[in-house]
């Protein structure tokens, strides 16, 4: 079975420190180490690394690139100043969401994505595909894929600052959110982000693929030095989901448009010309027939998940669980699915169906936790 799965550079450095490797999005990543409740809580209270080295990276440069990504992406990418950065998305021709992304602008005419997994093959078709047809001059703009060649790692939590100081030295400046810093190494380039998928404060950063072993040795020892813990995937997706943030392949979809999603602040509808703009026009027009929404688990029942069909509190059919979890730091079932605006609102009863049994639920408001 894991044959065909892609491993990432740490692969044997999972193995010594005893993770549980699962198949996802075409790899064979860690799920978890130590468990996924102390993991969890670990980067709510302390601070955990995880390896991201599964994501994509992908170089868009030239005097054309920035035209050229306010064509292919949602967001208005010219407000962007050099060393910063924001969330965006890759549509098709329809608005339904190919990948959800960020994009740094790291000079004037240089931006640095990072891609989901499971859309690297996808993302690079749409952008090479547009570079051909975009009515920017391909000769203006050079695309480059270095997901091959990068691997990547992910300090979340409240102590994420102190394990920085500890890698790159007290006086090293810390990656604030939505900024990025390049560094040019005898080893190659390397990319240090403020970003995160946790809610917690933290920095994403990217490195040559042959250097990634010895930077997450050094990165466990910090971040054990602080209390924390290696951090699977399994506290990765709780995490996020606690902060109501969707995940592509569950929640995104080429079948559902941002503005289902609750995800029009990251779309500029009004600036030049983006492929899917016209779709996402016509359906702000016409008015969302449905949209992703929170709810949690009202009674005593088992964790939600995804697939499981969401019913009125009548028992009218309504949907089915995008994504669903115990929530480890509220102590119950939260989740989001695409329902009816007309069942939408804060407090409206929701029935949730576990196989073959009703369990009472109510829509909430996202996110579902708020990190102190």
Not at 161 to 186: H, M, Q, W
Not at 200 to 212: N, Y
Not at 251 to 278: C, M, R, W, Y
């Amino acid at each position: 079975m894991t044959e065909n799965l892609q491993r990432s550079p740490l692969h044997q450095d999972h193995l010594t420190l005893g993770a549980r490797l699962v198949p996802f999005a075409g790899w064979e990543m860690p799920v978890q180490y130590s468990g996924l409740m102390a993991e969890h809580h670990a980067v709510r209270q302390t601070v955990g690394v995880f390896d991201i080295s599964h994501m994509g990276q992908v170089i868009v440069s030239g005097p054309g690139a920035a035209a050229f990504l306010n064509h292919a992406l949602t967001n208005d990418i010219s407000r962007l100043a050099p060393g910063h950065g924001h969330y965006t998305l890759l549509l098709n021709d329809h608005g339904g969401v190919i990948d959800d992304l960020i994009a740094y602008r790291t000079g004037e005419s240089e931006f640095f994505l990072v891609i989901n997994a499971a859309r690297i093959t996808e993302d690079w078709a749409q952008l090479t595909t547009l570079h051909a047809a975009a009515p920017v001059d391909a000769a203006l703009v050079e695309l480059a894929n270095l997901s091959p060649a990068c691997a990547g790692l992910a300090i979340q939590g409240p102590k994420s600052r102190a394990v920085f100081a500890t890698l790159f030295g007290p006086d090293a400046t810390y990656p604030e959110k939505n900024t990025v810093i390049s560094c040019d190494t005898p080893e190659g380039l390397m990319w240090l982000c403020g970003t995160g998928y946790t809610g917690e404060d933290g920095f994403e950063f990217f490195m040559p693929a042959p250097t990634a072993s010895d930077w997450f040795q050094r990165t466990v020892t910090a971040v054990q030095a602080e209390g924390g813990l290696p951090c699977g995937l399994g506290a990765r997706d709780t995490l996020r989901l606690e902060m109501g943030y969707p995940l592509n392949g569950n929640d995104l979809s080429p079948d559902h448009t941002p503005l289902q999603a609750g995800l029009g602040f990251f779309v500029a509808l009004n600036k030049e010309h983006f492929i899917g703009q016209n779709a996402l026009l016509q359906e702000k027009t016409a008015g969302l027939t449905r949209k992703l929404t929170g709810f949690r688990m009202t009674g005593t029942a088992p964790p939600p998940r995804p697939h499981y069909p969401v019913l009125s509190a009548e028992g009218q059919p309504l949907g089915e669980i995008c994504s669903g979890t115990l929530s480890p730091t509220l102590q119950y079932g939260i989740g989001m699915a695409y329902l009816p605006p007309t069942h939408t609102t804060p407090g409206t009863p929701l029935q949730i169906e576990i196989r073959g049994k009703t369990y009472p639920a109510e829509v909430t408001k996202k996110p579902f936790h708020r990190p102190q």
